[in-house]
């Protein structure tokens, strides 16, 4: 149920991710064409305003499919309805028509030769594939041609329709830190931290009562005021639940023969943060994730890869954060969203970082730059996402039974 519950969590990150993109692409003119939960093929689909809305059969976030991402191209005609030509040779004046217009640049040529080609296709003779291709084809050349395709628009919609994936992620998780600061401050506190998939103390902080009575980090906390402890998500509840009255700890320590008694002491009462102050916090903490997570890259250029994750990894993680209770589990998934949307602002494509470093250079051009450099660095990006997927994985895979 775990593992259902973290690729769920999962989903729901790109889905907002996607949504990002929707409602961005709607609001400044460009009308997708599809907004799916899930990836096809569909279980249900309505079409709602020119807009179909989906769920599909594989709970893997969504997708979004915006109206002509690249200028067309007279290549898109040949490799759309190749088969259709090849089987019904009346349609080769109508395809070389609309071809001419593409590569002229003549875009309202190119949507009258394209109705034309639509009639020409309706009467011609081909078989179920080829018409099948052929009218994706159409489909997608009408998109590409149309007033609201996204190659058309002005630099600072790309941009904005772009990064509103990335910049949504990383508002969910701003947000979702902020109310976790709010949820999780006030109360008492001893004032350290736990590891976390076991009840074994991570960090002391100086000044603090878990400090005054010796607690060291690698103990093992066995009982807290008599009761027993077995897993790591008993430790805030038992604290919480003393009430500020005095608390002592039973400990296992390295080296020692035996069980450690250490307290009794009473714990911290610390403030409930409110809103802003929770909001500022949760600005900070994403801040130092974020160089964090620069400086892990960097380490990985320099040849470090062991801190690189694919999605099984990352499932099992949040699986392991969700058994030690809820709130763990919303910081991975905070961190998770985070780390989704820097990494989707990385300048390669098929990334958004990418898409949005080519929208720029296109706008200090004054022109599209030309599919052949989309797809060979497209398939540079695609091969970088690849190497850094397979890295994870392997990595993943050496640390199963750990």
């Known amino acids: 149920m775990n593992i259902f519950i973290a690729i769920i969590g999962l989903s729901l990150l790109v889905l907002v991710h996607e949504a990002g993109h929707f409602f961005t692409a709607r609001a400044v003119g460009m009308s997708p064409r599809r907004f799916y939960v899930g990836f096809p093929p569909a279980l249900a689909k309505v079409k709602r305003k020119g807009i179909e809305y989906g769920i599909g059969a594989v709970p893997l976030g969504g997708y979004v499919k915006i109206p002509g991402m690249h200028r067309p191209a007279p290549s898109d005609v040949d490799t759309f309805f190749g088969p259709a030509k090849d089987e019904a ?9 609309l071809k001419r217009s593409l590569a002229d640049g003549d875009m ?51 941009v904005l329709v772009i990064f509103a994936g990335p ?32 009840p074994v103390v991570h960090d002391v902080r ?59 002491v009473r714990p911290k009462t610390e403030p409930q943060l409110s809103v802003p102050q929770a909001s500022w916090e949760s600005v900070k ?64 494509l098929p990334l958004d970082g990418g898409h949005i470093v080519f929208s720029l250079i296109e706008g200090i051009r004054g022109r599209a730059v030309g599919r052949e450099v989309y797809e060979r660095a497209s398939a540079i ?22």
């Open 89 to 97: 040779p009346r349609l080769v004046g109508p395809l070389e028509r």
């Open 108 to 158: 309202a040529g190119g949507r009258t030769h394209l109705t034309e080609l639509a009639g020409a296709l309706d009467v011609a003779d081909v078989s179920r594939m080829a018409r099948k291709g052929a009218q994706k084809g159409l489909n997608e050349l009408a998109d590409g041609l149309g007033a609201d395709a996204y190659w058309r628009q002005r630099t600072w919609k790309k």
């Open 167 to 198: 910049g949504t992620n990383l508002l969910f998780a701003v947000i979702l830190f902020a109310t976790l600061f709010v949820v999780g401050s006030g109360g008492y506190r001893l004032g350290f931290s736990m590891e976390t998939n076991a």
């Open 206 to 264: 100086a000044d603090h009562p878990a400090a005054q009575i010796g607690l060291q980090p690698g103990d093992r906390i066995l009982r807290i005021n008599g009761h027993k402890v077995d897993d790591v998500s008993q430790v805030p509840n038992l604290i919480e639940s003393s009430k500020g009255k005095p608390i002592t700890l039973a400990v296992r320590r390295k080296g020692e023969s035996g069980p450690l008694v250490l307290g009794p």
């Open 285 to 348: 903490l994403t801040t130092v994730i974020t160089k964090e997570i620069g400086a892990s890259l960097s380490r990985l250029v320099r040849g470090n890869r062991k801190e690189v994750s694919s999605p099984v990894g990352i499932v099992q993680g949040s699986s392991e954060a969700l058994a030690q209770g809820l709130q763990t589990y919303l910081w991975v998934l905070g961190l998770l969203s985070l780390s989704l949307a820097l990494l989707n602002l990385l300048p390669f």
């Open 381 to 402: 990006g695609i091969a970088l996402v690849l190497l850094l997927f397979f890295i994870g994985l392997s990595n993943d895979i050496g640390n199963l039974g750990n």
